[in-house]
C-alpha cells in the first residue's frame, strides 16, 4: 500500500487508529505475562537504596558528551568512530550509519534541551553526509533506504538497505526538522517512512533488510531493536507532518512484539521499543487516540522487568557497582542503552505502580555509574568507554577481548549516554544541590 498523507483532525485520526489496531487484534498463543504477579512481587520487597545524582554532575556530563562529539565530526560530516585510549590497542578501520544517525538523535536532545547554534551547525551537516553517501531510492512504490556503500563502510558486503538504517535515518532527519522546520526535505522523510512499510508484513512483523541482489526482503524478524527504531522514526515524522498511517503502522509494529514476547514469557531489554512506547503514549494522550494502551503497558511492565532482574545482581568487580548489566564486568554503554528504556519507561508506567521506585533507584545507581565512567578531561574529555575499566588479565579468550575491547570509545557510547543523561535531566530526578 503506498503512503497516502492524511489531511484531517485528531478525530479522523482516532477513528483511522482504532478500527486499524482492532481488526490486527487476531488471536495468538495466550499472554505467560501476570501484570498483577509482578506488581505483587515489586510491592512485597524495598527498592534498592539509591542517591539521586546532582544537577550539576548531569549538566557537566551532558555538556562534556555533547563537546565531544563536536569535536569528533570531520570536514566532510562524518565522525570519527572509533578511538582506543589505549595506544597500543590498534583501531580497526570501520564505519557505521545506523550509528551516525544515533549521533544526531542525541545532538537533537541536547539542543532541544539547551539551543546552542554549533550543535545545530554539527547536526545538518552530518545529516548532509548521510543524505550525500548513503540515502538511496530502493525501487519504485518502496520509498527510500540508507545504505552502506564501499567507500564509507568497506565491508558492508553486498548492497543491502537495513530497516534500522533506515529506522534512525528517519529519526536524524526528523531531529533536525524539530530546530530547523524545511532543513531535511519532507519527501526524503516520506520516503524512509515508506520503506518502512514496505519492510513490514501484514501482522506487524518486520523484515530486517532488503538485498536487491538477494531478490529483495530478507530475514524477517532476526533483528532485535530495528522494529522499535523504525517506530521511533515514523512517530517523530508524525509529530512533524501527521499522518494516521504512521499511527497506525506504529501501533501494529508494537503491539506485534507485545504480543509475541507475552507468549514467550519473556521479553529482552529493548529501549527502543520503551521509547517508542513512550512517545506513542504522548501522541495518543494528545490526540486523544485509542490505542491498546494496555497491551502496550504489559509490554513495557515486562521489558523492565528484564532490565531490573539483570541489574539485581552483585557486580563482578568492585568498579562495576551501579552497572545495570547481568555480567557485572562493568559495561558502560549497556548501561547506558538500559537507562534510556527505563527512563522512557517512566512516561509510561502509572506513577503509583509498585516497579517505579525499583526503576527509579536503579536509574540513580546507573546513571551515577556512567558519570564515573566518562573521561573528564584531556585529549578524550567527553568520551565513554565500553567499560569502567579493564579486568584482572586471567588468559581466557574473552577476558583478552573485553581489556580489549574496554578501552575503546565509538561514537555511539557517548550518544547513548548523552541520550540518557537529557532524559535523566528532564524528568526531574537530578537533585537540585
Not at 146 to 158: K, L, Q, R, S
Not at 198 to 214: D, I, K, L, Q, T
Not at 246 to 275: F, K, N, Q, T, Y
Not at 319 to 331: D, F, Q
Amino acid at each position: 500500500m503506498r503512503m497516502k498523507w492524511v489531511a484531517g483532525g485528531a478525530g479522523a485520526t482516532a477513528l483511522l487508529v482504532a478500527a486499524a489496531w482492532l481488526a490486527y487484534d487476531y488471536p495468538l498463543r495466550p499472554s505467560r505475562v501476570e501484570p498483577q504477579a509482578l506488581a505483587r512481587f515489586y510491592a512485597a520487597q524495598p527498592a534498592r537504596p539509591a542517591t539521586p545524582v546532582a544537577a550539576a554532575d548531569i549538566d557537566r556530563g551532558i555538556a562534556l558528551a555533547v563537546d565531544y562529539i563536536l569535536r569528533a565530526q570531520r570536514a566532510d560530516g562524518s565522525f570519527v568512530y572509533l578511538v582506543n585510549t589505549d595506544p597500543a590497542v590498534p583501531v580497526p578501520p570501520g564505519y557505521n550509519l545506523l550509528r551516525h544517525a544515533g549521533a544526531i538523535y542525541a545532538l537533537g536532545m541536547a539542543h532541544a534541551w539547551r539551543p546552542d547554534p554549533r550543535i545545530e551547525r554539527t547536526m545538518a551537516a552530518a545529516l548532509d553526509f548521510m543524505r550525500r553517501c548513503c540515502l538511496q531510492a530502493v525501487r519504485d512504490g518502496e520509498g527510500m533506504g540508507i545504505t552502506e556503500p564501499p567507500a564509507v563502510v568497506p565491508d558492508a558486503g553486498p548492497l543491502s538497505y537495513k530497516l534500522g538504517g533506515a529506522g534512525l535515518g528517519l529519526v536524524a532527519m526528523a531531529s533536525l526538522a524539530r530546530s530547523s522546520p524545511g532543513a531535511p526535505p519532507v519527501e526524503e522523510m516520506q520516503g524512509l517512512a515508506r520503506f518502512g512499510h514496505h519492510m513490514m508484513r501484514w501482522n506487524g512483523e518486520f523484515h530486517a533488510r532488503h538485498v536487491p541482489s538477494a531478490g529483495g526482503r530478507i530475514e524477517p524478524g532476526q533483528a532485535l531493536f530495528y522494529p522499535g527504531e523504525m517506530v521511533l522514526g515514523w512517530l517523530m515524522l508524525h509529530e512533524r507532518q501527521p499522518s494516521p498511517e504512521l499511527i497506525e503502522w506504529s501501533v501494529r509494529a508494537l503491539s506485534l512484539l507485545a504480543r509475541r514476547r507475552a507468549a514467550a514469557g519473556e521479553a529482552p531489554a529493548d529501549h527502543w521499543a520503551l521509547l517508542a512506547t513512550a512517545r506513542l503514549f504522548a501522541i495518543a494522550d494528545r490526540e486523544r487516540l485509542d490505542i491498546p494502551r494496555q497491551r502496550l503497558l504489559d509490554h513495557a511492565l515486562q521489558i523492565c522487568h528484564t532490565m531490573l532482574e539483570d541489574a539485581a545482581g552483585e557486580p563482578a568487580v568492585p568498579s562495576a557497582a551501579g552497572s545495570l548489566v547481568l555480567r557485572g564486568w562493568g559495561e558502560v554503554t549497556a548501561t547506558s542503552t538500559v537507562l534510556e528504556g527505563l527512563l522512557a519507561a517512566l512516561a509510561v508506567l502509572p506513577s503509583g505502580h509498585p516497579m517505579v521506585p525499583h526503576v527509579i533507584a536503579a536509574v540513580h545507581r546507573g546513571m551515577a555509574f556512567v558519570l564515573r565512567a566518562q573521561w573528564p578531561n584531556g585529549q578524550h574529555a567527553g568520551g565513554i568507554p565500553m567499560a569502567i575499566e579493564r579486568l584482572a588479565g586471567d588468559g581466557r579468550p574473552e577476558t583478552v577481548r573485553f581489556n580489549a575491547n574496554a578501552t575503546e570509545i565509538r561514537i555511539d557510547y557517548v550518544q547513548h549516554a548523552l541520550s540518557a543523561l537529557l532524559q535523566y535531566r528532564q524528568l526531574g530526578l537530578a537533585a537540585s544541590r
